[in-house]
């Protein structure tokens, strides 16, 4: 890149720094009272203590209701209590099977699976178009959309969270889920998980919970439940009453929980009791055999002193009561469909999600009433109450999906940079021998990166070189012998070592994915004078099945394997940010609930994005406009745009080429890109970082315009042929003054020292200078 555009982009930085660019507000964080960790009440929980759902005032009197009950059949009435599954990602075949749901029975809901954003939107709209009555809308979203559907802003797992102390900024999370849902013209979210996880061996639970504290996972979920319901998306609590200690998935099978029912009101139960008392709209209750509430054996999902006798009676609940999966092995397996779901029903659940065979349990339920074992009266009540929540969703202003942005929109600037932020908090440092974290002295060492479970470049990797010089090596996770024994004489030439544990499960079953090959080569990894730090990228509990950590001289935990959680782990070990994080469930008898480490951050540029330092988060937005039209217009071929602020890299990207496509050197061959690691020339900087910035200060004070000539300025200049020129053009390059003026030859008695340095040719220079190398 020349000069002229070098320096050309420089200006541009500098004035895309100012105070006038940056000072645009931060998006505000809601801070009402109404937000605010409350205290949970100590009383015992009745209707008239608890807060109202929030479709209480459409449970009421409701025109609109009212006008549609009277539109719908018996049978219809009884179609609206069911949600069936719904998939962007299948064949037409399986979409039209859900349409002829809707078309010849009238469904009330569909609940969307995997996907992406834009299929699914063009498939809902289909699907309301031939819905009688429009549909309620459900997705188990419990990390954001992003959790079902592809091309989607995804949050951080509960657990990853579960230990962070900014309570607040999971309303803020409710309110982006929400909004996500909205845009996809949802209505109800199958979260949060308020599971208390006190049961590392739990297969189905785990890290979708936010840990083994109750108080911890009552605050937290209440805060996400509001930040939804505040946003006009309901939320439904579950798994009633309780699904955290169990070691069998409901999935597969009907879990058995062996607790008696003082540790379930104390426990399990606590949640769910402050969640109903401060107005949670919905509850999912589970597949789950608990004789201590019922001894019949019946799964909790079938059970009427559960659902009746628990959560409506005893505890008060009045909002909507949605069944977990009715096709899981944990109520299909002794229940068969259509007899499951009529049990459903005489239990008390509101909404069935998921039948395997909705005709058979339309009819099976109408043969009940026929009987008397059901009331027609009942069922409409209930179908009345899903209607009210339609209508409190705004169904009865339906509208169409806009698909235009509709990408763009699901994710936000505001949302990305609320993810990486909850990832900050969260990374958790469980040992730091002699405080090695962050590193010191990087000129001192050799360091290598070694990748456990993949042989492709991580994240982590990446973000390891953007601090320092480095090696990168890998191994398989299931490595030979001879490979752990390469690989440990390969990595003695390097002071220290940065494990990173990849590719990890997040099932007890697999042991998380530690393998034996694993702990072996971290047990023979370190040597005398040698440092080596492991980052675990998975689940809390695979932490307690990495033998040997002691040896370690640091231990970070990072949850998860994304990208957020790699980039922010080479912060933290380089002293980009502070660690913060905490345990959010005990894991051995080390590391038990609470442990973490905090270390010093901002001794090195950190990472986030541009509302992290003030700066408004539509500033990436604007720079591609800037250098995608500079480079349109050929004011060059390409750049690399780096703006920190504060210690803070906040935005960092490449754009172009290194040349025209049509510049002779190329021949008819592709341009290589920009890359954000491309070294660049910088010339001239005592323009931009003392001239520019004078002039910048200058012109605020009156004293300095770019349109004043030379000839105003310097008196030396006037009836000279440059007495005229603007400073406007002078330092834009454009004035046709001469480019470079070669001062060496004009040099043509150097003495002293000098004579090192200056020669009458180019090549004389040129070995001057290799001897003073030498």
Same mark, same amino acid.
């Given at each position: 890149?020349?000069?002229?555009?070098?320096?050309?982009?420089?200006?541009?930085?500098?004035?895309?720094?100012?105070?006038?660019?940056?000072?645009?507000?931060?998006?505000?964080?809601?801070?009402?009272?109404?937000?605010?960790?409350a205290?949970?009440?100590?009383?015992?929980s009745?209707?008239?203590?608890?807060?109202?759902?929030?479709?209480?005032?459409?449970?009421?009197?409701?025109?609109?209701?009212?006008?549609?009950?009277?539109?719908?059949?018996?049978?219809?009435?009884?179609?609206?209590?069911?949600?069936v599954?719904?998939?962007?990602?299948?064949?037409?075949?399986?979409?039209?099977?859900?349409?002829?749901?809707?078309?010849?029975?009238?469904?009330g809901?569909?609940?969307?699976?995997?996907?992406?954003?834009?299929?699914?939107?063009?498939?809902?709209?289909?699907?309301?178009?031939?819905?009688?009555?429009?549909?309620l809308?459900?997705?188990?979203?419990?990390?954001?959309?992003?959790?079902?559907?592809?091309?989607?802003?995804?949050?951080?797992?509960?657990?990853?969270?579960?230990?962070?102390?900014?309570?607040?900024?999971l309303?803020?999370?409710?309110?982006?889920?929400?909004?996500?849902f909205k845009?996809?013209?949802?209505?109800?979210?199958?979260?949060?998980?308020?599971?208390?996880?006190?049961?590392?061996?739990?297969?189905?639970?785990?890290?979708?919970?936010?840990?083994?504290?109750?108080?911890?996972?009552?605050?937290?979920?209440?805060?996400?439940?509001?930040?939804?319901?505040?946003?006009?998306?309901?939320?439904?609590?579950?798994? %009633?009453?309780?699904?955290?200690?169990?070691?069998?998935?409901?999935?597969?099978?009907?879990?058995?929980?062996?607790?008696d029912?003082?540790?379930?009101?104390?426990?399990?139960?606590?949640? %769910?009791?402050?969640?109903?008392?401060?107005?949670?709209?919905?509850?999912m209750?589970?597949?789950?055999?608990?004789?201590?509430?019922?001894?019949?054996?019946?799964?909790?999902?079938?059970?009427?002193?559960?659902?009746?006798?628990?959560?409506?009676?005893?505890?008060? &609940?009045?909002?909507?009561? &949605?069944?977990?999966?009715?096709?899981?092995?944990?109520?299909?397996?002794?229940?068969?469909?259509?007899?499951?779901?009529?049990?459903?029903?005489?239990?008390?659940?509101?909404?069935?999600e998921?039948?395997?065979?909705?005709?058979?349990?339309?009819?099976?339920?109408?043969?009940?009433?026929?009987?008397?074992?059901?009331?027609?009266?009942?069922?409409?009540?209930?179908?009345?109450?899903? #209607?009210?929540?339609?209508?409190w969703?705004? #169904?009865?202003?339906?509208?169409?999906?806009?698909?235009?942005?509709?990408?763009?929109d699901?994710?936000?600037?505001?949302?990305?940079?609320?993810? !990486?932020?909850?990832?900050?908090?969260?990374?958790?440092?469980?040992?730091?021998?002699?405080?090695?974290?962050?590193?010191?002295?990087?000129?001192?060492?050799?360091?290598?990166?070694?990748?456990?479970?993949?042989?492709?470049?991580?994240?982590?990797?990446r973000?390891v070189?953007?601090?320092?010089?480095?090696?990168?090596?890998?191994?398989?996770?299931?490595?030979?012998?001879?490979?752990?024994?390469?690989?440990?004489?390969?990595?003695?030439?390097?002071?220290?070592?940065?494990?990173?544990?990849?590719? #990890?499960?997040?099932?007890?079953?697999?042991?998380?994915?530690?393998?034996?090959?694993?702990?072996?080569?971290?047990?023979?990894?370190?040597?005398?004078? !040698?440092?080596?730090?492991?980052?675990? %990228?998975?689940?809390?509990?695979?932490?307690?099945?990495?033998?040997?950590?002691?040896?370690?001289?640091?231990?970070?935990?990072?949850?998860?394997?994304?990208?957020?959680?790699?980039?922010?782990?080479?912060?933290?070990? &380089?002293?980009?940010?502070?660690?913060?994080? !905490?345990?959010?469930?005990?894991?051995?008898?080390?590391?038990?609930?609470?442990?973490?480490?905090?270390?010093?951050?901002?001794?090195?540029?950190?990472?986030?994005?541009?509302?992290?330092?003030?700066?408004?988060?539509?500033?990436?937005?604007?720079?591609?406009?800037?250098?995608?039209?500079?480079?349109?217009?050929?004011? &060059?071929?390409?750049?690399?745009?780096?703006?920190?602020?504060?210690?803070?890299?906040?935005?960092?990207?490449?754009?172009?080429?290194?040349?025209?496509a049509?510049?002779?050197?190329q021949?008819?061959?592709?341009?290589?890109?920009?890359?954000?690691?491309?070294?660049?020339?910088?010339?001239s900087?005592?323009?931009?970082?003392?001239?520019?910035?004078?002039?910048?200060?200058?012109?605020?004070?009156?004293?300095?315009?770019?349109?004043?000539?030379?000839?105003? #300025?310097?008196?030396?200049?006037?009836?000279?042929?440059?007495?005229?020129?603007?400073?406007?053009?002078?330092?834009?390059?454009?004035?046709r003054?001469?480019?470079?003026?070669?001062f060496?030859?004009?040099?043509?008695?150097?003495?002293?020292?000098?004579?090192?340095?200056?020669?009458?040719?180019?090549m004389?220079?040129?070995?001057?200078?290799?001897?003073?190398?030498?």
């Amino acid at each position: 890149m020349s000069f002229p555009r070098f320096f050309s982009l420089l200006l541009l930085l500098l004035v895309l720094l100012s105070p006038a660019f940056s000072s645009a507000q931060r998006r505000s964080q809601k801070s009402s009272s109404s937000t605010r960790t409350a205290r949970i009440p100590a009383t015992k929980s009745a209707k008239s203590r608890n807060l109202p759902v929030p479709f209480a005032s459409q449970l009421g009197q409701s025109k609109w209701v009212d006008s549609v009950m009277k539109t719908l059949t018996p049978d219809q009435r009884v179609a609206q209590l069911f949600m069936v599954a719904a998939y962007s990602n299948r064949k037409r075949i399986d979409e039209d099977s859900v349409s002829a749901l809707i078309q010849q029975y009238g469904i009330g809901g569909l609940i969307f699976f995997q996907g992406g954003p834009v299929r699914q939107s063009k498939l809902l709209n289909r699907y309301q178009g031939q819905s009688k009555v429009p549909l309620l809308v459900a997705m188990d979203a419990e990390w954001g959309v992003g959790m079902r559907l592809d091309s989607v802003q995804r949050f951080p797992y509960q657990m990853s969270m579960g230990g962070i102390r900014e309570n607040q900024l999971l309303y803020d999370m409710g309110t982006e889920v929400a909004a996500q849902f909205k845009r996809l013209g949802m209505h109800v979210n199958f979260a949060p998980v308020i599971d208390v996880n006190n049961n590392a061996a739990n297969p189905v639970i785990g890290f979708r919970s936010w840990g083994e504290n109750r108080e911890n996972v009552t605050e937290k979920s209440y805060l996400y439940m509001k930040g939804m319901q505040d946003a006009g998306v309901l939320a439904v609590a579950k798994h %009633f009453p309780g699904h955290g200690d169990t070691d069998t998935d409901s999935h597969l099978a009907l879990p058995l929980l062996r607790i008696d029912r003082k540790r379930i009101d104390t426990l399990e139960l606590f949640p %769910f009791k402050s969640l109903i008392q401060r107005g949670v709209g919905g509850m999912m209750v589970a597949h789950l055999n608990i004789p201590a509430l019922d001894t019949t054996g019946m799964p909790s999902t079938l059970s009427k002193p559960i659902i009746q006798g628990l959560l409506k009676q005893k505890l008060g &609940f009045e909002g909507i009561i &949605f069944t977990d999966a009715m096709n899981m092995k944990g109520v299909i397996s002794k229940y068969p469909p259509g007899d499951a779901d009529l049990r459903a029903l005489l239990a008390g659940n509101d909404v069935l999600e998921f039948s395997k065979n909705i005709p058979l349990a339309l009819r099976m339920v109408r043969e009940a009433i026929n009987k008397g074992q059901l009331s027609q009266a009942d069922l409409d009540a209930r179908c009345r109450k899903v #209607l009210a929540l339609k209508e409190w969703a705004g #169904l009865n202003r339906y509208r169409p999906i806009d698909l235009k942005n509709i990408t763009a929109d699901l994710n936000t600037p505001h949302a990305q940079y609320l993810s !990486q932020h909850l990832t900050e908090l969260s990374v958790t440092v469980l040992r730091n021998q002699k405080n090695l974290i962050p590193l010191q002295r990087l000129d001192t060492l050799r360091l290598a990166t070694l990748t456990i479970g993949t042989k492709d470049t991580t994240d982590f990797q990446r973000m390891v070189a953007d601090y320092a010089a480095v090696r990168h090596f890998w191994l398989p996770a299931t490595a030979s012998m001879d490979e752990l024994t390469r690989m440990r004489e390969t990595l003695k030439g390097y002071s220290t070592i940065l494990v990173g544990v990849n590719n #990890l499960g997040r099932l007890p079953a697999t042991n998380f994915g530690v393998t034996p090959e694993t702990n072996v080569l971290l047990r023979e990894l370190g040597g005398k004078g !040698q440092k080596m730090i492991v980052t675990v %990228f998975g689940n809390a509990y695979a932490v307690a099945k990495i033998r040997d950590l002691d040896r370690a001289d640091a231990v970070v935990l990072a949850y998860q394997e994304s990208k957020n959680a790699q980039d922010v782990a080479a912060e933290i070990i &380089f002293g980009g940010v502070s660690a913060s994080g !905490q345990l959010p469930v005990t894991v051995s008898d080390r590391y038990s609930y609470g442990t973490g480490l905090p270390t010093q951050g901002g001794i090195r540029l950190g990472y986030s994005f541009p509302e992290a330092v003030g700066m408004h988060n539509t500033l990436e937005a604007r720079v591609d406009s800037i250098m995608n039209g500079a480079v349109a217009a050929r004011a &060059f071929p390409g750049g690399e745009v780096l703006i920190a602020r504060r210690g803070v890299v906040v935005l960092r990207k490449s754009y172009g080429t290194h040349s025209y496509a049509d510049a002779p050197a190329q021949a008819g061959k592709p341009s290589r890109p920009v890359r954000n690691d491309d070294l660049y020339d910088l010339a001239s900087v005592t323009k931009v970082s003392a001239a520019l910035p004078s002039l910048m200060k200058l012109q605020d004070e009156g004293k300095f315009n770019p349109d004043m000539t030379l000839g105003q #300025l310097f008196p030396e200049f006037v009836g000279s042929n440059k007495q005229d020129l603007k400073l406007r053009d002078v330092l834009t390059h454009q004035a046709r003054l001469k480019a470079w003026i070669p001062f060496w030859k004009e040099y043509t008695k150097p003495r002293g020292f000098f004579n090192a340095l200056f020669g009458k040719s180019p090549m004389r220079r040129k070995y001057q200078l290799l001897s003073l190398r030498k």
